[in-house]
């Protein structure tokens, strides 16, 4: 008797209302970026310009102070400090996509090196201590990290669900779980970037998820979270839907900076 294939544990989120047409929504609102003709005119100036914006924005969902002007250096500050961290968790995001496809923890914990000046970075928490500026409360013990990472790294590498569904997952599961003492809510984000350039959806980072997360508005952002936490079809379908829309805002920001650079010229 042949061995049954085994079962994607994402597939049954796909049958809640309105989750697969808004993954087909979002991927075409990515695709219709990436093939724009001003977009790809000014491509080579936008990718570092809204990786900062996006860098910021990850920061501002944090506390930090969203600037006018993205080219700016952050103040010398605590919020100055996690605005750099937001900037540096974004660029090195980036720069990780590659192995981000075999080696996902390992990945996580190089951008958590990133936000942490303590012994632990780059290593999942040992105590059921964080710094929680989102203050979701209901942390998981950190004696379930390694299980729920491990779990997790399997999904993101296995999953053939859609690729907007498993950034979701994945940014629900890391800014819940909060496996670093500190910097979970900037790795969760950053996640989003990797999966999208990992999966070929977005190679070039152009897709501002982070940024979009910030114009939705933080009280929205924790709402969804909060949903994603009570476990039920309703919550979990709730928070995909908010990523979806933040990855759309995200996508649209970046056409119309595209544009705004075009009739500068």
């Known amino acids: 008797m042949s061995s049954q294939s085994k079962v994607d544990p994402l597939s049954n989120l796909l049958s809640i209302p309105g989750i697969s047409s808004g993954c087909d929504a ?3 609102a990515i695709d ?11 491509k080579d100036a936008l990718i570092p310009y809204t990786r900062r914006i996006a860098g910021f924005a990850t920061a501002a969902l944090d506390g930090a102070q969203m600037p006018k002007d993205p080219t700016m250096e952050p103040e010398v500050s605590p919020m100055g400090s996690l605005s750099d961290q937001g900037l540096l968790v974004t660029a090195e995001a980036d720069l990780q996509h590659l192995a981000f496809k075999s080696e996902p923890l390992k990945v996580f914990a190089r951008l958590h090196t990133f936000v942490s000046t303590e012994e632990d970075r780059g290593r999942p928490r040992t105590t059921n201590e964080v710094n929680d ?7 998981p013990p950190h004696e379930v990290l390694q299980e729920r990472l491990s779990q997790l790294a399997d999904l993101v590498i296995e999953s053939k669900a859609p690729s907007i569904l498993v950034a979701a997952i994945a940014h629900a599961e890391l800014a819940t779980l909060r496996p670093f003492s500190q910097g979970s809510y900037l790795v969760a984000r950053a996640s989003t970037r990797l999966i999208l350039s990992a999966r070929n959806v977005d190679n070039d980072g152009l897709v501002m998820s982070e940024y979009g997360a910030f114009l939705l508005g933080r009280p929205a952002y924790v709402k969804a979270l909060t949903g994603y936490m009570s476990g039920t079809r309703e919550g979990v379908g709730a928070f995909i839907s908010w990523q979806g829309e933040a990855i759309r805002r995200g996508a649209e920001m970046a056409k119309e900076l595209a544009e705004m650079a075009d009739t500068k010229k």
Do not use: Q
């Open 32 to 42: 219709e970026l990436m093939w724009n003709r001003t977009v790809r005119r000014h």
């Open 26 to 28: 979002t991927l075409k």
């Open 133 to 139: 500026p989102l203050r979701l409360g209901s942390l």
